[in-house]
């Protein structure tokens, strides 16, 4: 009897032992899956924040760049309006020195046929070096056609 209660008390303790051991190492694996899930979740949540600041660097980066392009179009446009106006200008001064140009030779055909002393002088030509002088007076060059 009391060597039976000796084996009795001996194997509860064992079997007490080993569940308390099997207990003890369930909690500290399931504590250990938990802390590997929370990590990986925090990995995860680091990733997406990773994403989310690199996504918001693109888009403060292509606004940026779309404004810069905004302002350039802008001072194209401007430069573009004053180069029409200034385009617009140089063809209307440039019909009326054709029409002012116009009514010169008019007038110097009026002349030719209306005096005949005007008309003997307009067609002798200049002697020899004044048309040179002449050019180079008015600034243009000694060999040009104009």
Same mark, same amino acid.
Not at 21 to 35: D, K, P
Not at 123 to 144: F, I, K, N, Y
């Given at each position: 009897?009391?060597? *039976?209660?000796? @084996?009795?008390?001996?194997? =509860? ?8 051991? *099997? ?5 500290? +694996? ?20 990773? @994403? ?5 660097? =693109? ?5 940026? $760049? ?16 004053? /180069?029409?106006? $200034? %385009? ?6 440039? %019909? ?6 116009? #009514? ?9 046929? #209306?005096? !005949? ?9 200049? !002697? ?10 008015? +600034?243009? /060059?000694?060999?040009? %056609?104009?």
């Amino acid at each position: 009897m009391i060597g *039976g209660f000796i @084996v009795k008390k001996l194997a =509860t303790s064992i079997l007490s032992r080993w569940i308390l051991g *099997g207990l003890v190492a369930l909690l500290l +694996g399931s504590a250990a899956l938990m802390w590997h899930n929370h990590k990986e979740g925090l990995k995860e949540e680091g990733r997406l924040e990773c @994403v989310q600041e690199i996504s918001q660097a =693109t888009i403060d980066a292509l606004e940026d $760049a779309l404004a810069d392009e905004k302002r350039a179009r802008a001072a194209l446009r401007a430069s573009l309006i004053a /180069a029409a106006t $200034a %385009n617009q200008e140089a063809v209307a001064r440039r %019909n009326e020195s054709e029409s002012r140009l116009e #009514e010169l030779q008019t007038q110097m055909e009026e002349q030719k046929n #209306e005096d !005949p002393e005007y008309r003997e002088w307009s067609d002798t030509t200049l !002697p020899s070096g004044v048309a040179d002088r002449l050019r180079q007076a008015a +600034g243009s /060059a000694a060999d040009s %056609n104009d």
